[in-house]
């Protein structure tokens, strides 16, 4: 499935873009004044191959949830459990990527990739049976992402492993296992398109994982420990200095070969890093934009354009989250993210603050006149 993906993902079509381009010339406003949003639409129309490309419409986050044995090095004060107890949070509605997902109409599915505590149980056991909570192995064709709508949550069980091991002591995955988590968000992306998804968004759950986040942005720029590691929850100078040792432990160990995507997230990455990237590529091999969120998301980014770099031309930057690590990514990765408001939250939550930004660029192709069909007159 993953070299099939990758063989499937091309350029953006240059016939679409330049014609894009000349609209946005011809539209009644002065050309250049609408800044980012004319280089996002022609490249969204790029990615398209017609113009004006579609609009983005019925949005569907995926939240790719797993653990990590680097949690046993003590890089945050969090307890693991949290993350079983956040993905029974999604599931109820109540977080904050619920709230902005409810705002923007978007639908949300969530994708155990790798929780190691058990998963909340439904007060009413008949909730198990709802078509919302999806069951089946990763790779055994059980597990489905539903239709798309914005109202209930839905639940993938796509377990590769019960969280990572550690990195700083060995292979946080196994190459396999890396494949297999890679090729869940790839399948997830198929099952989203074809329910009807027109854009994809980014979302993340996993205790401790902005420090395999730091180990492959590390890994995948060049650039050291420090400068890919941030604070994650908001450590305490003692630990923030101890995390960035164990970045620098696990890159020492292991000395990840950047040309090799599969290699690095096997090494340092999370199940739900590896899982994103095949979002991300499966959303390329579609021809269907995907949405970043924060640092995770721009972390496994990296692998995707590592797998396939015209990958890149399905990536929008939704924001810069305050990881400094996410800014490393995004300028390795040649992206602007279109909003910058401090966001370190995760879940999907820049994603969809976002998600208006995107329509909004498309929109203008669709709905504002040309000069000639307004009768206006140009300078």
């Not at 579609?54 to 949690?71: Q, S, T, W």
């Not at 599915?109 to 505590?117: I, L, N, P, Q």
Request: charged share 15%; net charge negative; glycine share 12%.
């Amino acid at each position: 499935m993953l070299e099939t993906t990758i063989a499937g993902i091309g350029p953006l079509d240059e016939s679409a873009m330049a014609a894009a381009g000349q609209l946005q010339g011809r539209l009644t406003k002065p050309a250049g004044s609408l800044g980012a949003l004319e280089e996002l639409s022609v490249r969204l129309a790029g990615l398209a191959g017609m113009c004006p490309p579609p609009l983005p419409d019925r949005a569907a986050v995926a939240i790719f949830a797993g653990d990590h044995g680097v949690h046993a090095q003590r890089v945050t004060p969090w307890p693991q459990e949290v993350t079983a107890q956040m993905v029974g949070n999604f599931l109820a509605g109540g977080a904050v990527v619920n709230a902005f997902a409810r705002q923007a109409g978007a639908s949300v599915t969530v994708v155990d990739v790798g929780v190691a505590s058990p998963l909340p149980v439904p007060d009413d056991p008949a909730d198990l049976a709802d078509p919302a909570v999806v069951g089946g192995p990763a790779g055994a064709g059980g597990a489905t992402a539903g239709s798309v709508g914005p109202d209930v949550p839905r639940l993938v069980d796509a377990t590769v492993r019960r969280g990572t091991r550690d990195m700083t002591v060995t292979a946080a995955l196994t190459r396999d296992e890396a494949r297999s988590a890679v090729e869940v968000g790839i399948r997830i992306a198929g099952e989203l398109v074809d329910a009807g998804a027109g854009i994809l968004l980014t979302g993340d759950m996993g205790i401790a994982n902005t420090t395999p986040a730091a180990a492959l942005i590390a890994a995948f720029t060049g650039v050291d420990a420090a400068d890919a590691t941030g604070r994650g929850t908001g450590v305490d100078d003692p630990t923030y200095q101890h995390k960035i040792e164990v970045v620098r432990a696990a890159l020492r160990r292991h000395t990840p070969d950047p040309e090799d995507p599969l290699g690095v997230l096997a090494a340092v990455g999370g199940l739900e890093h590896a899982a994103l990237s095949g979002l991300v590529l499966g959303a390329a091999a579609r021809r269907v934009p995907v949405l970043l969120d924060g640092v995770i998301a721009v972390s496994a980014a990296l692998a995707a354009a590592a797998f396939a770099p015209d990958s890149v031309g399905a990536m929008v930057a939704g924001h810069r989250s305050a990881e400094p690590g996410a800014t490393v990514a995004l300028r390795r990765l040649g992206l602007t993210p279109l909003i910058d408001l401090g966001l370190r939250l995760g879940e999907g939550t820049g994603a969809l603050l976002a998600l208006p930004v995107v329509t909004g660029a498309v929109r203008v192709l669709h709905e504002v006149a040309t000069f000639d069909s307004a009768g206006v007159a140009e300078k």
